[in-house]
């Protein structure tokens, strides 16, 4: 079965860090590239950072840029991300999501989603 | 940077009415980059549409895409108890990479 987990959530402090894990299974992890996209709680989704087949492409958006670094391990399968300086704007539910590409990225989707990792800043 | 708006906002139907959502883009984009999923409440979204008409592995006929340029439309031809839910388009392309439309909830009339 095609799996994501996340893991690595919590309570955190305004201004502390975290680091979230996604462990991939049933697939050839290091074939895709994947995204970690998050939701605040009552509202829509919200892309964070995206990361490359093998690691060397790197992307963030805007309001995590300079906070946030997306890394991944394919020998161990698991996917993370390192967020720095955090806010109450960060609070929200984190998924991790793989990236499908077909026609040799003439079609580019998300088809796999974990459940989702709860990421509360508070003091 | 492109902005996807979502239409109407809730959208109250009966179960077996056909639903109709829309998702304008704020300048013309692929279609071959337009996906739309589905969520319900406390659980991840859920890939209905890519490609802008590619329904994908196991979704029901009911539902289907189509739209090209700025307008994206997503029809449920007849709405089952399951289906309601917040449906969200989204786009794949560059700064940033990935864009949601706002969403739209399907709720019972």
């Known amino acids: 079965e095609v799996q994501l987990v996340e893991s690595g959530g919590g309570l955190v402090q305004p201004g502390g860090s975290l680091r979230l894990s996604c462990a991939a299974s049933?697939?050839?992890?290091?074939?895709?590239?994947f995204s970690w996209v998050r939701q605040a709680p009552g509202r829509g989704l919200e892309w964070v950072s995206g990361?490359?087949?093998?690691?060397?492409?790197?992307y963030y958006a805007d309001s995590v840029k300079g906070r946030c670094e997306i890394s991944r391990d394919n020998a161990k399968k698991t996917l993370y991300v390192q967020m720095n300086s955090l806010t109450a704007g960060d609070t929200a539910i984190y998924f991790c999501?793989?990236?499908?590409?077909?026609?040799?990225?003439?079609?580019?989707?998300?088809?796999?989603w974990g459940k989702g990792i709860m990421v509360t800043v508070s003091s | 940077e492109i902005v996807l708006t979502q239409s109407p906002g809730t959208l109250s139907l009966s179960p077996g009415e056909r639903a109709t959502l829309s998702c304008r883009a704020s300048?013309?984009?692929?279609?071959?980059?337009v996906s739309w999923f589905q969520q319900k409440p406390g659980r991840a979204p859920r890939l209905l549409i890519y490609?802008?008409?590619r329904r994908a592995t196991g979704i029901s006929d009911r539902f289907s895409g189509s739209g090209s340029g700025t307008d994206f439309t997503l029809t449920i031809s007849r709405l089952e108890p399951e289906d309601f839910a917040v449906y969200f388009c989204?786009?794949?392309?560059?700064?940033?990479?990935?864009?949601f439309g706002h969403g739209t909830k399907v709720e019972v009339k």
């Open positions: 990361i490359s087949e093998s690691g060397s492409s790197r």
């Open positions: 989204q786009r794949y392309g560059s700064s940033p990479l990935w864009t």
């Open positions: 490609a802008a008409s």
């Open positions: 300048q013309s984009i692929s279609s071959s980059y």
């Open positions: 049933g697939f050839t992890f290091s074939k895709y590239a």
């Open positions: 999501v793989r990236e499908m590409d077909e026609d040799s990225g003439y079609y580019h989707y998300m088809d796999v």
